[in-house]
């Protein structure tokens, strides 16, 4: 089978590899959907360190093929889409109930190998049934959206607060439509690309142009005071600093991009201490899995919409240049089901 991985100089190729055998306690997947993150996209392009020679991919869904003697709840044919987060169990966060803060967190795709190939071994517990009418290209934004369900909770949007987004990447469209999901009276989106503001425009966002707008002015005129929340959902230290700059006293801010390790924020301690903001980052997906592909299921969270390209494996360089333009939203890997 073909998956792709890192080589040793950090370039991404595509390797022949055996196809994986299944232990008892886990399932074989063939693969048939897996989303590129952005995550991906920093990695490939060596903002972010990725371990080499592990078959990437961590957003996937397919067919179950075989399962090991000890799987319960599961049978072959089945539609999973998969969690790719694996805690040990034991460690200090494990205990406390805090798995994605794990200290041995393993993760499908980091780790491991995972859904940039034709097949792949997960433990059977980090599968999710796809609900009926659930594809598997959009099982495999579960993962992506139980990522934003995560930070939406933990940054706690109250019914009728005002929310802004900064950046309107697949992961901001999803954002977007969780803050309204959780009560907002409005939320605000700002995002230098025209095709993305129109998808936000859709979704209800009152959306600006940062490269045209001047989106702190923008947001004192239209709100008085500042967003009650601001989401920063691009990665980068500038726009952590407009998200501080645009919330009202007392306001919240978290940091949800994924930004290049080496940058650093340039923000006042007396503003954090003066409007007494809070500041809280999210990572990954604890416990919000399930409930990602219910509002999936149930066509609350629309993410055909942002899928917005598809690739076959052997066309994957294609795929992440695409990615790196900026300009695409979710780009999946696809296979046809067999
Ligand atoms: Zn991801
Ligand atoms: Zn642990």
């Known amino acids: 089978m073909l998956g792709a991985m890192l080589d040793e100089t950090g370039k991404l190729v595509l390797r022949e590899c055996p196809k994986p055998l299944v232990g008892p306690s886990e ?3 063939k693969v048939l959907a897996s ?9 490939f ?10 078959i990437r991919g961590h957003e996937f869904a397919g067919k179950i093929i075989e399962i090991g003697s000890n799987v319960k709840g599961l049978k072959i044919g ?5 969690d790719p987060n694996i805690p040990c169990g034991n460690c200090y966060f494990c205990r406390r109930g805090e798995i994605h803060l794990c200290e041995n967190l393993k993760a499908l795709g980091v780790d491991l190998d995972g859904g940039f190939a034709d097949y792949c071994v997960i433990p059977y517990d980090r599968a999710y049934k796809l609900p009926n009418g659930v594809s598997p290209e959009e099982g495999a934004m579960m993962e992506p959206c139980a990522c934003a369900l995560h930070g939406v909770e933990k940054i706690q949007i109250k019914a009728g607060d005002t929310v802004l987004i900064i950046g309107g990447g697949a992961l901001g469209l999803i954002l977007l439509q969780l803050a309204y999901i959780h009560g907002a009276s409005k939320v605000f989106l700002s995002e230098p690309v025209k095709e993305k503001r129109e998808i936000a425009k859709s979704f209800s966002a009152y959306t600006f142009d940062p490269l045209k707008d001047d ?22 230290a500038d726009t952590v600093e407009l998200a501080i700059n645009c919330v009202r006293r007392g306001g919240k801010v978290l940091i949800f991009g994924v930004s290049d390790q080496r940058e650093i924020l340039n923000i006042s301690p007396f503003d954090i201490y003066y409007k007494e903001i809070t500041l809280m980052g999210s990572f990954v997906n604890p416990y919000t899995n399930s409930r990602a592909l219910e509002l999936i299921a149930n066509k609350r969270l629309n993410v055909k919409k942002i899928i917005s390209h598809k690739f076959p494996l052997r066309e994957i360089h294609k795929a992440v240049e695409m990615g790196l333009s900026g300009n695409a939203l979710r780009i999946l890997i696809v296979w046809e089901d067999f």
Not at 78 to 82: G, H, S
Not at 221 to 228: E, N, Q
């Open 27 to 29: 399932v074989l997947i």
């Open 35 to 43: 989303g590129i993150c952005g995550t991906d996209l920093h990695i």
């Open 45 to 54: 392009s060596g903002k972010i360190y990725g371990k080499p020679n592990i």
């Open 78 to 82: 089945d539609l999973v889409a998969v």
């Open 215 to 236: 989106v702190i002015s923008e947001i004192k005129r239209l709100t008085g005071v500042g967003v009650d929340v601001a989401i920063e959902a691009v990665g980068k």
